[in-house]
T-cell receptor, first 110, second 116 residues
């Protein structure tokens, strides 16, 4: 079946630290991969996406590379800010359906 | 402004009552989705609709119903048969396949339902 596994949180980092949130997937065919971000009490916002192997998605300093050989799509940022505190969801799309990970909560402290 | 609206943001109901959550989009998207979010469980698909007058059950459809009479609207009814309805409900839409928005879901702000 199709599924997404992402690292459990919560993750707490100091401002300007390096961030990695791991995401691996299981899917039939060739899925598109996404990272979404959710701020408290709000819906999900698309952060970045990649639609084929070796593609790199990037936005607001965040990056993730679609690795078919390791079925991974890890999220990275070189220097986090307090405003990056949120819950991050990894997701895949295959056919007409989307599958989401359970989310990783990130807190960045000054 | 194009986007997805959900109303109300907070909703309180007594146990045993049906309640309808609104979802409207002006993105001209064909596909719309309803998810339920519980703490630590990510998003679970309730229903989705690829086109007007057509919809399919997701993973947790029991106790819920939907309609899709207009392209812009996809209301969700939480019935009294839903055993644990208190949750955060998210609506999303997706553009036509092959277009820029065709493989991406766009979400509304959510409705938090509390059943007392």
């Amino acid at each position: 079946g199709n599924s997404v596994t992402q690292m459990e949180g919560p993750v707490t980092l100091s401002e300007e630290a390096f961030l990695t949130i791991n995401c691996t997937y299981t899917a039939t065919g060739y899925p598109s991969l996404f990272w979404y971000v959710q701020y408290p009490g709000e819906g999900l916002q698309l952060l970045l996406k990649a639609t084929k192997a070796d593609d790199k998605g990037s936005n607001k300093g965040f990056e993730a590379t679609y690795r078919k050989e390791t079925t991974s799509f890890h999220l990275e940022k070189g220097s986090v800010q307090v405003s990056d505190s949120a819950v991050y969801f990894c997701a895949l799309k295959t056919g007409n359906q989307f599958y989401f990970g359970t989310g990783t909560s990130l807190t960045v402290i000054p | 402004d194009g986007g997805i609206t959900q109303s109300p943001k907070y909703l309180f109901r007594k146990e045993g009552q049906n309640v309808t959550l609104s979802c409207e989009q002006n993105l001209n998207h064909d596909a719309m989705y309803w998810y339920r979010q519980d703490p630590g469980q990510g998003l679970r698909l309730i229903y989705y609709s690829q086109i007007v007058n057509d919809f399919q059950k997701g993973d947790i459809a029991e106790g819920y119903s939907v309609s899709r009479e207009k392209k812009e609207s996809f209301p969700l009814t939480v019935t009294s048969a839903q055993k644990n309805p208190t949750a955060f409900y998210l609506c999303a839409s997706r553009g036509p396949a092959g277009t820029k928005g065709g493989d991406t879901q766009y979400f509304g702000p959510g409705t938090r339902l509390t059943v007392l």
